[in-house]
Structures are given as structure tokens and as C-alpha cells.
């Protein structure tokens, strides 16, 4: 069963800091996303990794993924109060031809990013 | 405009009574997906269908049931047979040959 631990839970940090949020995973997989949910609302995609070493940036928030160590950070460079949210990522189980694109979440981190 | 729409976004039932969830995307996907959230929670997978008229079940299917008859359309029923249905769900859907799945708002249900 594949398990998908992210930490920390809930981090609390200043404005202008920077910061990492780290996601572990069980079992072999090569593709592992990244979403943000406001509170009340449904999931944002930020991200998609795809292979070993992959890296995404985005504005303040930058994504990689070390399939080897089965580990994705989402780094967090000057952190503003806007990107207060839960930042989710989830791990697929499969990827080769017929997969099912079954997603297995992780706990969420609840950011806050105080003045 | 095109999106996922799910109906209604809050749902309030008694005990024992079954209740259906709609959930309906016009973005010509062929995938979709239920998911549970509970408070402080990942999201769970419920079922699935990749194609009209097939659906399998996910990590927590016991309880719900569905059905794929269009491809526009993923209903969702919460059976009284669910024990604890209070959540917020929501529903997916992926172009298949795509990597995405992309979330429409979500439904909250509630039972009194």
C-alpha cells in the first residue's frame, strides 16, 4: 500500500522567510503533483513532476523530485502572506500504458505566512 | 466557459436516507474521480470510470456507489450504509494521455 507522509503539518512562518515542505513516499513512482486548496475550496494544480530530477518553478514556489530517495520538497523563496493555504501533494501509483492515474494524497501542510 | 460543476455545494441529510452528488465537466475528459476530504485530512479515493459505462473502486468505495452512463457525468450516491458521511467531496477529471486531474469546487455534506 503505498503511503505518503508530508511534514511538516503545519509550518507558521514570517514574511520574506524562506522554507521547504518535504514529501515522502513508499513505493516506486515516477510522477508526483503538487496542489494548493484556499480555505473552503476545491484543490489548485501547481505542479507535475515527471521524472527523476525534475524541477518546476512558479513565482515564489519551486517543486523537485528525487525518485530515488522517493522524496519531493516544494520550496518556499520570500514567502508572502497570499501564499497562506494547504499544500497538498499527491504520488501516482502507476504510469505505464493502462494505468489507472490512482492519486494517494498526503496529509496537507497548512501554511501561514505572517506579516 | 468550460469546467467541472458539482451540485449542490452544500447537502444537509438525516441519518439513513441515501443522497446523490452531481458532479458534470464539459471539458471533453474522459477520467473522472471522487474523492472524500475530511477535516485536516488528504484526500481519499472513492471510484473512478475511464470510460462511459465502466467505473472501479477506490481506497473507501464501501457505502457510495456510482454510475458513468454520459461522459459528461460522475454521480456520486452516499447510501445509508455509509457510517460516518460527513466530508467534503470532491470530484475530478483528466484528459486522458494528460497528467492533470483537474478538481471542480466540491459538495458539503452533512448528516443531521
Known amino acids: 500500500e503505498l503511503k505518503v507522509e508530508q511534514n511538516p503539518l503545519f509550518l507558521s512562518m514570517q514574511e520574506g522567510k524562506n522554507y521547504t515542505i518535504y514529501c515522502n513516499y513508499s513505493t516506486t513512482s515516477d510522477r508526483l503533483y503538487w496542489y494548493r486548496q484556499d480555505p473552503g475550496k476545491s484543490l489548485e494544480s501547481l505542479f507535475v513532476l515527471l521524472s527523476n530530477g525534475a524541477v518546476k518553478q512558479e513565482g515564489r514556489l519551486m517543486a523537485s523530485l528525487d525518485t530515488k530517495a522517493r522524496l519531493s520538497t516544494l520550496h518556499i523563496t520570500a514567502a508572502v502572506h497570499d501564499l497562506s493555504a494547504t499544500y497538498f501533494c499527491?504520488?501516482?501509483?502507476?504510469?505505464?500504458?493502462?494505468?489507472?492515474?490512482?492519486?494517494?494524497f498526503g496529509k496537507g501542510t497548512l501554511l501561514t505566512v505572517n506579516p | 466557459d468550460g469546467g467541472i460543476t458539482q451540485s449542490p455545494k452544500y447537502l444537509f441529510r438525516k441519518e439513513g436516507q441515501n443522497v446523490t452528488l452531481s458532479c458534470e465537466q464539459n471539458l471533453n475528459h474522459d477520467a473522472m474521480y471522487w474523492y472524500r476530504q475530511d477535516p485536516g485530512q488528504g484526500l481519499r479515493l472513492i471510484y473512478y470510470s475511464q470510460i462511459v459505462n465502466d467505473f472501479q473502486k477506490g481506497d473507501i468505495a464501501e457505502g457510495y456507489s456510482v454510475s458513468r452512463e454520459k461522459k459528461e457525468s460522475f454521480p456520486l450516491t452516499v447510501t445509508s450504509a455509509q457510517k460516518n458521511p460527513t466530508a467534503f467531496y470532491l470530484c475530478a477529471s483528466r484528459y486522458l494521455g494528460t497528467d492533470t486531474q483537474y478538481f471542480g469546487p466540491g459538495t458539503r455534506l452533512t448528516v443531521l
Open positions: 499527491a504520488v501516482d501509483e502507476g504510469y505505464s500504458g493502462g494505468s489507472n492515474y490512482k492519486l494517494t
